[in-house]
């Protein structure tokens, strides 16, 4: 069973949503939303260096966030929405407009439910994720992509499975950065081979 905090965290994941949204529906070019998601990131990444150098900061931070941060996170390393950040950046400044805005819900929701109904009821351990995680994030971004119209299904489809794949691969990146970048990247090529 997942502790409370992590369902917190799970939710704030969700809140990333706003990105994509964003990005859709209210930034009118790929250049605008460049430079504002690498603006935004830039402030995240300084917070984050500050709040082992600034008290006010790092208090600010102890009062409001340690319980949902873990124990990486809390000894100097970035967070996970420093992470998300960099990772919206990176998609945002290199793919299609619509292949950044599906890569980055694929983070938001496949990330969230592949953590919940890992920690839940998974049982078949791949490093530290599970195989239940994984198919339970696949499949709900295999629904959003069924949905997703600007693309075809299959590109989709595929986006979806290498951003799960790939988050559940015990590689040396955080999920946030894997997720997008692996999903984004699949996508390109499918949609240049065609």
């Given at each position: 069973?997942?502790?409370?905090?992590?369902?917190?965290?799970k939710?704030?994941?969700?809140f990333?949503?706003?990105?994509p949204?964003?990005?859709?529906?209210?930034?009118?070019?790929q250049?605008?939303?460049?430079v504002i998601?690498?603006?935004?990131?830039?402030?995240?990444i300084?917070?984050?260096?500050?709040?082992?150098?600034?008290?006010?900061?790092?208090?600010?931070?102890?009062?409001?966030?340690?319980?949902?941060?873990?124990?990486?996170?809390?000894?100097?390393?970035?967070?996970?929405?420093?992470?998300?950040?960099?990772?919206?950046?990176?998609?945002?400044?290199?793919?299609?407009k619509?292949?950044a805005?599906?890569?980055?819900?694929?983070?938001?929701?496949?990330?969230?439910?592949?953590?919940?109904f890992?920690r839940?009821?998974?049982?078949?351990?791949?490093?530290?994720?599970?195989?239940?995680?994984?198919?339970?994030?696949?499949?709900?971004?295999?629904?959003?992509s069924?949905?997703?119209?600007?693309?075809?299904?299959?590109v989709t489809?595929?986006?979806?499975?290498?951003?799960?794949?790939?988050?559940?691969?015990?590689?040396?990146?955080?999920?946030?950065?894997?997720?997008p970048?692996?999903?984004?990247?699949?996508?390109?090529?499918?949609?240049?081979?065609?």
């Amino acid at each position: 069973m997942m502790p409370s905090y992590d369902y917190y965290r799970k939710a704030t994941h969700l809140f990333s949503l706003v990105i994509p949204a964003l990005y859709w529906y209210v930034f009118p070019s790929q250049k605008t939303a460049s430079v504002i998601i690498v603006f935004f990131t830039l402030i995240f990444i300084l917070l984050d260096y500050l709040r082992f150098k600034s008290k006010t900061i790092k208090l600010f931070f102890s009062l409001f966030f340690d319980k949902m941060l873990k124990d990486h996170e809390l000894k100097g390393k970035l967070t996970g929405a420093s992470w998300v950040m960099i990772s919206s950046s990176t998609v945002i400044v290199l793919f299609s407009k619509e292949v950044a805005v599906i890569s980055l819900v694929f983070l938001s929701i496949g990330d969230t439910v592949a953590g919940l109904f890992g920690r839940n009821y998974g049982k078949v351990r791949i490093g530290n994720k599970t195989l239940e995680g994984f198919i339970a994030g696949f499949f709900s971004c295999l629904i959003i992509s069924f949905f997703y119209k600007p693309l075809q299904f299959s590109v989709t489809a595929s986006g979806a499975f290498f951003g799960m794949l790939f988050e559940t691969l015990p590689l040396p990146f955080d999920d946030n950065l894997k997720i997008p970048i692996s999903s984004a990247v699949a996508m390109s090529i499918l949609i240049g081979l065609n």
